[in-house]
């Protein structure tokens, strides 16, 4: 299991927890940090539509992107890229 701690700029903190297929396939993840996201629910909507996908940022940033459009839901403290770039991370 992969694990990362990211420092948005500006003070958050993104924490990733990562399992993954033949080393490049999200299998599992889950993603916690003082961010704030509404609703909070979409955190898991996220780490769904996650599994699956390539360490790709572009994908993760797109799919990031799409499930929050899709739930209507408010990401503060940090963005999407920052959400990929702690996923990479954890990866690695």
Request: positive net charge; proline residues 2%.
């Amino acid at each position: 299991m992969g694990k990362a701690i990211y420092k948005v700029k500006g003070g958050k903190m993104i924490k990733i927890q990562l399992t993954l297929e033949n080393k490049k396939i999200i299998k599992d993840l889950r993603i916690t940090g003082d961010f704030f996201l509404h609703p909070e629910e979409t955190i898991e909507d996220i780490e769904k539509a996650l599994r699956g996908c390539s360490l790709s940022k572009e994908e993760l940033v797109r799919i990031i992107k799409e499930t929050l459009t899709s739930k209507r839901a408010v990401l503060l403290g940090a963005s999407p890229e920052d959400l990929a770039r702690c996923i990479i991370m954890a990866g690695e």
